[in-house]
């Protein structure tokens, strides 16, 4: 009984320092260079992700067209979409 209540403590103590893995984000979507530049600008979710032009992604470095094919892939199956350029629309 004393090994169960020890083991639940450390299993706890592992759960809280990591929740959801820092960095993780887009892990095995894109490559590490461009989730370093999305990184670098706080960019961690696909909603913060979507308030971004495709053309502001595309001029951060690290990021290339495969990767920013990936990405579109990906936003568009969880239903998101980057921001509209405002000179498309003229």
């Given at each position: 009984?004393?090994?169960?209540?020890?083991?639940?403590?450390?299993?706890?103590s592992v759960c809280a320092v990591n929740p959801a893995s820092e960095g993780?984000?887009?892990k095995g979507?894109?490559?590490?260079p461009?989730?370093?530049a999305l990184e670098r600008e706080k960019i961690d979710s696909l909603q913060k992700l979507s308030g971004y032009s495709e053309i502001e992604i595309?001029?951060?470095?690290?990021f290339g067209?495969?990767?920013?094919k990936k990405l579109k892939?990906?936003?568009?199956e969880n239903h998101f979409s980057f921001k509209e350029n405002i000179a498309d629309l003229y």
């Open positions: 009984m004393i090994n169960l209540v020890i083991m639940a403590k450390c299993l706890k993780d984000f887009l979507i894109i490559a590490i461009a989730r370093k595309r001029k951060m470095r690290g067209e495969v990767s920013l892939k990906h936003m568009k």
